[in-house]
């Protein structure tokens, strides 16, 4: 249904007073608890501000910007996600306590940045959105405390900062490209112009350079560079924001690009999947010899974006819903990790996978995270992880790519060893003289949020996967007019 633009913009309208306030409050001193309070509210505010919006439609800002199902579900899973961030990012350890309050405007304006980003359907707004989300994360990873002899976190964010700029400026370049062959910025009327031209060397060029800002943003090889030294070298609270939110971010917007390719366009398709190939392999290959648990979960990361590539392969509706789904549930499985990286460090430090060992006794609660976690992250029914990889699987056979499937397959029995390994050493090995770990309410609430939503995915996705397919087969129909939106203001 059409809506009023005041109420088709409320979640974003929440997060920008949430945001100004945060900032209003950072410039006292000592606030650490009001700015943290402050934006745990505007989290819970978002969230009930989605659901409120659920099911409207409506167009702003001259068309460049569209609320409709896909991108109010996705607000949806952002506002969730940016709470539970909020709730693991409780004591930060290894952030400096005068800088803490910014910690959380930044995490705020990152957000902001992102829910932005699913409704933009022109590519200025695009490019606005995607600075918005990500600027803030570069001065986040910055933000680790210095230790004796160690600067890493200096430069994992000039890292980051270097290949974002140059993934932005090669995506800039391809949709310039777009932009001279098509004579238009707004998506909804550029690749459908493209269309008779997507055979052109030029066209090719453009949308590949164009994609190459969202493989960087989902760690897609040979974009994967920064992955494992910022995942390393930026604090456990920070890597764990890197690693969840914007990569469903990253998935929606190339659903928008690519939803509206023939499903007989085999030079997307077999570009996807050499893609998707190497991922998988580079990530896999290389996380069997990693000893630092965030590392591990770096180079893990890189595999699954090549998982998520493979229902892109498929180029219909189906596979576009299992990419989606999967990076949902990838959202909770390493946020599961990453609670227990937290709270396992010491005084922030990174943890390697052998001070996992004896976490059954350390903490139960944690330990059973962390199995459901990394079962989930290595396919194990009946966890969404097993769900989601079948359901990429079939889309992709549907298509005839065997030999993909195949290749995947391979890489998840792969991936089931190292995931073991860090199995056996919280369940199976002594804790020796390292002491209990005793959790706040918060964490407590965290795991078992977690805990219930990697199993509620896993065990009954039809709910989640029949919206998520609902609002991809409404993504490419043609926007209310301006008619309608005066008829439904009245």
């Known amino acids: 249904m059409t809506s009023s633009p005041f109420t088709a913009f409320l979640p974003e309208l929440v997060l920008l007073c ?4 945060v900032f209003v ?14 934006a745990l509210i505007t989290s819970l505010a978002t969230i009930v501000a989605c659901l409120v919006c659920l099911g409207q439609d409506a167009t702003l800002f001259s068309g460049a ?11 949806l899973v952002f506002a969730c996600g940016f709470t539970l961030i909020l709730l693991l990012s409780g004591n930060l350890d290894d952030i400096r306590e005068d800088i803490k309050p910014e910690y959380f405007l930044f995490l705020t304006l990152s957000v902001t940045g992102l829910v932005m980003l ?19 994360l570069y001065f986040l990873v910055a933000m680790r405390r210095e230790r004796e002899g160690q600067k890493s976190q200096m430069e994992s964010a000039i890292k980051y900062i270097m290949f974002g700029v140059a993934a932005n400026g090669v995506m800039f370049f391809g949709m310039s490209y777009l932009f001279g062959l098509t004579g238009t910025t707004s998506l909804t009327e550029l690749l459908p112009r493209l269309q008779p031209l997507v055979h052109s060397p030029m066209a090719i060029a453009g949308l590949a350079l164009t994609f190459c800002g969202l493989y960087y943003k989902l760690a897609v ?3 994967h560079f920064w992955t494992p030294d910022v995942y390393q070298g930026a604090s456990n609270e920070t890597a764990g924001l890197i690693a969840s939110l914007p990569k469903v971010g990253a998935v929606a917007v190339l659903i928008r690009f690519v939803s509206l390719a023939t499903p007989d366009n085999h030079t997307v398709a077999f570009m996807l999947a050499i893609l998707a190939t190497c991922s998988m392999f580079y990530g896999n290959l290389i996380a069997l010899m990693q000893k630092d648990f965030k590392r591990l979960l770096g180079f893990s990361g890189i595999a699954h974006a090549g998982y998520a590539l493979i229902g892109f392969v498929a180029l219909d509706q189906f596979g576009y819903t299992a990419a989606l789904y999967y990076i949902i549930g990838y959202l909770l499985m390493v946020l599961a990790c990453f609670v227990v990286i937290c709270k396992v460090s010491r005084d922030g ?25 990394v079962f989930a992250l290595a396919g194990i029914p009946p966890f969404v992880g097993f769900m989601g990889k079948l359901s990429l ?3 992709a056979l549907n298509k005839g790519h065997i030999f993909l499937v195949i290749i ?9 060893y190292y995931y073991l390994c860090v199995v056996r050493e919280a369940v199976f090995r002594d804790p020796g003289e390292r002491p209990p770990i005793h959790l706040d309410w918060a964490t407590r609430a965290l795991c078992v949020l977690l805990i219930a939503g990697i199993l509620a995915l896993g065990v009954a996705p039809a709910r989640v996967l029949s919206t998520l397919s609902s609002s991809i087969a409404h993504l490419n129909e043609p926007a209310p007019s301006a008619a309608a939106l005066v008829n439904a203001t009245r």
């Open 18 to 21: 949430g945001a100004f306030v």
């Open 25 to 38: 409050i950072t410039l006292g001193e000592s606030r650490v608890r009001q700015v943290r309070a402050a």
């Open 65 to 75: 910007y569209r609320v409709d199902q896909f991108s109010q579900v996705l607000k």
């Open 118 to 136: 699913v409704s933009c359907v022109d590519i200025i707004t695009l490019v606005i959105a995607l600075e918005v989300s990500a600027f803030p």
């Open 221 to 223: 090889f040979p974009f």
């Open 349 to 373: 430090t990174n943890v390697a996978i052998e001070d996992l060992a004896g976490l059954h006794k350390r903490s139960p609660l944690l330990a059973l995270t962390l199995i459901v976690g």
């Open 393 to 395: 699987l079939s889309a």
């Open 408 to 416: 995947a397959v391979i890489n998840a029995a792969i991936a089931v």
